[in-house]
């Protein structure tokens, strides 16, 4: 484990859960635990996962670093460079591209000042297109933590952008710490 590492440690609340994770896979199977890991060291840790951050992972999974940067790099959902308080994910496939995709895309980027994979300069909002969220019938939609904003248009992601920039005070996550913290608590 690296110096910056050591420095690197997940609070008490996800901790617990962590052991809890990794308790549901059979010994030497604990690598089937990487996904839910890297979606509380997001949560963590600002949105996103450094390499210590995946090193720490890496280390209580016993595996080797590069199993967890393999699965980090693979899925959208893991942001590996610093993000925004926000995260919008916009999908881009098909069915919401018909149905206006493009244009909710091309409104966020004259609206918040950036372009696909930036961050606002008040660190607020990152814009990212990913493949199907799975709400074809809803199109076009956009994705902000755990929460879907479907039937978008111009007008309603103004609307919702503004709530998030007067509302949002931590990191949104697809786990928020009041997730982590709930599911510590369940019993096995």
Request: hydrophobic residues 40%.
């Amino acid at each position: 484990m690296g110096t910056a590492t050591k420095d690197i440690k997940f609070s008490a609340d996800a901790l617990a859960l962590v052991q809890k994770i990794i308790a549901r896979y059979p010994e030497g199977k604990q690598k089937s635990a990487v996904l839910p890991l890297l979606h509380l060291a997001q949560a963590e840790f600002q949105g996103w996962l450094s390499i210590p951050v995946m090193d720490y992972v890496a280390s209580l999974l016993k595996i080797q670093p590069i199993e967890v940067y393999e699965v980090a790099s693979f899925y959208s959902m893991y942001n590996l460079n610093p993000v925004g308080k926000c995260v919008i994910e916009v999908c881009r496939t098909g069915p919401c591209w018909l149905m206006g995709a493009e244009d909710i895309i091309a409104h966020i980027e004259k609206k918040l000042n950036i372009k696909i994979g930036e961050t606002t300069a008040d660190g607020m909002f990152t814009l990212k297109t990913v493949e199907c969220l799975a709400s074809c019938g809803t199109a076009p939609m956009m994705q902000i933590g755990e929460k879907y904003h479907e039937n978008l248009t111009c007008e309603k992601t103004d609307e919702i952008l503004n709530d998030y920039r007067e509302n949002t005070k931590e990191h949104i996550s697809h786990w928020s710490k009041e997730k982590i913290k709930k599911q510590s608590e369940i019993k096995k």
